[in-house]
Structures are given as structure tokens and as C-alpha cells.
């Protein structure tokens, strides 16, 4: 089992475009979460996924939005991009609450 | 409001010798306490968890982590450091029973030297 799989690993966008980013949870987990870890920062909690429902939604505006697929594997969408979105952005999965997050190798968003 | 505090960015220790990273939390009920590290580039891997019980938390790696209620800490130790244990450590924090956003710190860089 691959674990907790995200892409792609790095990405490059200008102010203004729209970002998506993918990620398979470990296999028997259905619960995603997503955080947004800013240089020098802990993850931040963007939102989670469980039975393709957003759950909970920490404090991050409309821009983000998400996905979660039948087969458990989530998107993140990011719109209009700010320089200040550039981040690493890591997918959470787990097989139920409150086990501990298995957590993706992440994605490094650049915004120019 | 849940918060989380590592006072220390940095924490620098011996090989051999034991070590202990900082956490505090402010939670509004029961918490649910998680360690976990971070290696360069890498994401985040689970140490260990306080759910209920044994205030004595055993994780993975030889480490261990203390709950305290009445102080409001869950510090996470190691009776003895090893170089490869140098890396990035978060603490992280959720309410117990109904919303499941974690918080986590700002991270303490533990550098462990030979």
C-alpha cells in the first residue's frame, strides 16, 4: 500500500488562475482532510471529506472548494489565486475519528 | 477557541541524552492531543495520540508524551536522543465529540547533535 498519495508534487501558477490538486487516501480510509502549511508555519485545516460530504470547513474563504470521489480520493480547488496561497498543500486520511491523520508527502504551490 | 503553543522554536540536545519538546493547549472541553514530525520536504507522520486514559501516551520511535490536565500540556520526550530524530515538531490539538478541526503549532525544530 502506496499510503497517502498526492499530485503533483510541485506546481507553478500566475495571480488570478485556478489550481487543482489530487489526492488518494491510504486504502480503508474514507475520511480526507486538507491543510495548507505556509513557509515556517504549522498546517493550517482547509476542510475534510467523509462519504463525499464536506464535513468541516475551517476559516478559508470560498476559493477553496473540494471534492471527494466515490472511490474516496479528493480534489482541492483553489480559484483566483493570491501570491499569498503559495504554500505546501498536504491531503490527511484517516479510517475514522479521532484516529491519528496519515498524512500525503504534499504539493508545493508556487503563486508568481 | 482551541489554540496550541510550542514555546520554543528550536530545541537543541545531545545524542544520548533524553529530550523534551514543549506543547500547551487551550481547548473549551476534553482534548484530543497528537505529536507528530515532519522531515524536510516531507509531510507529516503520526508519533502518538491522547484520547482518554493512561495520561502516559507511547508512540512510535521510543517517544513518549505526558497529558496534564491541570497544566494544560501534553510535552513529548525521549529517554535518548538520536541524530536521525532531528526534524520538525508539531503538536496538535481537536475538541473531543463533534468538530474535527485539529490545530496545530508553529512547530519546535529539534536538532539532535552527535
Known amino acids: 500500500d502506496a499510503g497517502v498519495t498526492q499530485s503533483p508534487t510541485h506546481l507553478i501558477k500566475t495571480r488570478g488562475q485556478q489550481v487543482t490538486l489530487r489526492c488518494s487516501p491510504k486504502s480503508g480510509h474514507d475520511t480526507v482532510s486538507w491543510y495548507q502549511q505556509a513557509l515556517g508555519q504549522g498546517p493550517q485545516f482547509i476542510f475534510q471529506?467523509?462519504?463525499?460530504?464536506?464535513?468541516q470547513r475551517g476559516n478559508f474563504p470560498d476559493r477553496f472548494s473540494g471534492h471527494q470521489f466515490p472511490n474516496y480520493s479528493s480534489e482541492l480547488n483553489v480559484n483566483a489565486l493570491l501570491l499569498g496561497d503559495s504554500a505546501l498543500y498536504l491531503c490527511?486520511?484517516?479510517?475514522?475519528?479521532?484516529?491519528?491523520?496519515?498524512f500525503g508527502p504534499g504539493t508545493r504551490l508556487t503563486v508568481l | 477557541a482551541q489554540s496550541v503553543a510550542q514555546p520554543e522554536d528550536q530545541v537543541n540536545v545531545a545524542e544520548g541524552n533524553p529530550l523534551t519538546v514543549k506543547c500547551t493547549y487551550s481547548v473549551s472541553g476534553n482534548p484530543y492531543l497528537f505529536w507528530y514530525v515532519q522531515y524536510p520536504n516531507r509531510g507529516l507522520q503520526f508519533l502518538l495520540k491522547?484520547?482518554?486514559?493512561?495520561?502516559l501516551v507511547k508512540g512510535s520511535y521510543g517517544f513518549e508524551a505526558e497529558f496534564n490536565k491541570s497544566q494544560t500540556s501534553f510535552h513529548l520526550k525521549k529517554p535518548s536522543a538520536l541524530v536521525s530524530d532531528s526534524a520538525l515538531y508539531f503538536c496538535a490539538v481537536r475538541l473531543s465529540g463533534g468538530s474535527y478541526i485539529p490545530t496545530f503549532g508553529r512547530g519546535t525544530s529539534l536538532i539532535v547533535h552527535p
Open positions: 471529506y467523509y462519504e463525499e460530504e464536506e464535513r
Open positions: 491522547y484520547i482518554t486514559g493512561d495520561n
Open positions: 490527511a486520511s484517516s479510517p475514522e475519528n479521532p484516529a491519528g491523520e496519515l
